[in-house]
C-alpha cells in the first residue's frame, strides 16, 4: 500500500506597499514616456528592460513601464543599446 503524502502548502500573497512598489511610494499615477530619469531606473547598463521580480512593480506598473520605455526608445529619448566606448 502507497501513502500519499501530500502537503497542504498556503500560498502567501505579496503586500503591495511602499517596500514594493516605486511608483505607489512616490504617489505617481501615470507614467510618463517623457520622464526619463525615473524610466531610467527601469533600465539595467545594457540598456534591456529590467524584469519584474528585480524591479519590484507590480504586473499592472511593469506592462506600464514597458510601454513607456519603448515610446521613449522610439522617440529618441532613450537608447536601445548602451555601448561602453573604451
Do not use: H, W
Not at 514594493?20 to 534591456?48: A, C, P
Amino acid at each position: 500500500m502507497v501513502k500519499n503524502n501530500s502537503k497542504s502548502y498556503k500560498v502567501k500573497k505579496k503586500k503591495i506597499g511602499p517596500n514594493t512598489d516605486y511608483f505607489l511610494s512616490e504617489g505617481i499615477d501615470y507614467i510618463d514616456y517623457k520622464n526619463t530619469d525615473v524610466l531610467r531606473r527601469f533600465i539595467n547598463n545594457q540598456g534591456r528592460i529590467v524584469g519584474r521580480l528585480y524591479s519590484r512593480l507590480t504586473a499592472k506598473t511593469q506592462r506600464k513601464v514597458t510601454r513607456a520605455i519603448k515610446r521613449a526608445r522610439q522617440m529618441a529619448l532613450l537608447p536601445y543599446i548602451i555601448v561602453e566606448q573604451k
